[in-house]
């Protein structure tokens, strides 16, 4: 089994703890190579969708907002402060999982030098810090800086394959209701910001049949990946 295979293997097979908060990639990790963390592990997840989906085309052109240059190509290694400068970054249009990004701690391409990864469908948000060395990407659309504090007039419907949404920019806060999912192939998480740690996920579920979940204004973002539609229903 190749690497990118792995990696979006475990994508599909996501571990919900019982505090209903962490998915993590580190558990297979160095069997599969896939993902871990030192200090905040982080799902090799499955998720993500274009950035259209959540919300209103004009909060997403605000969200979109950024210093001009500061694009990150979808595929390569680069060194953060020289190749990529720290801050909130966004890919769209990612498809089938073929996305894969990662925050790294170094260059040795070891296990533990991985801080978050991802395997993305649709949209992903990603916060590169300052103390990070590397970012990785493959298969991705290219990264976009956004500014971190940009409003917008956010929507009331999602796709329930359609990633990461930024509450108040792509999504409003309130309860939502998705159905129709089939054998947990639904997941969705409430994380209070775009850093991908396990600290970061406030709740998450893997979801057969109904689901509804409350996001609050309060939190960063909102994702879903295998999910029906999801409507605001309060």
């Known amino acids: ?22 998915v993590a990639v580190i558990a297979i990790g160095a069997a599969m190579g896939g993902g871990g963390d030192t200090d905040t592990p982080t799902a090799g997840a499955k998720q993500e969708q274009p950035a259209k989906q959540g919300g209103d085309k ?3 052109d605000k969200a979109a907002d950024k210093p001009k240059g500061a694009t990150i190509d979808g595929d390569g290694d680069f060194e953060v402060g020289s190749d990529a400068k720290p801050g909130l970054y966004r ?18 391409s070891e296990t533990d030098s991985i801080l978050a990864n991802d395997n993305v469908t649709g949209t992903a948000y990603v916060e590169i810090k300052a103390t990070d060395k590397l970012f990785k990407s493959t298969g991705c659309g290219t990264w976009e800086a956004v500014d971190a504090k ?25 309860t939502y209701k998705s159905t129709g999912n089939k054998d947990a192939e639904c997941y969705w998480e409430r994380a209070k910001d775009a850093s991908h740690g396990t600290d970061s996920i406030l709740a998450n579920d893997n979801v057969t049949g109904t689901a509804i979940v409350k996001v609050g204004a309060s939190d960063g973002y909102f994702k879903s990946s295998g999910c029906g539609d999801w409507a605001k229903t309060g």
């Open 91 to 108: 890919s769209t249009g990612n498809k089938d999982a073929g996305c894969y990004w990662e925050r790294a701690k170094d260059a040795s």
């Open 58 to 60: 004009k909060a997403q």
């Open 1 to 22: 089994m190749s690497q990118q295979q792995q990696r979006n293997w475990f994508a599909r097979h996501k571990v919900l703890t019982a505090a209903g908060a962490v």
């Open 150 to 174: 940009a409003k917008g007039t956010p929507g009331t419907t999602l796709k329930g394959d359609g990633g990461m949404f930024k509450v108040g920019v792509d999504i409003a806060p309130g």
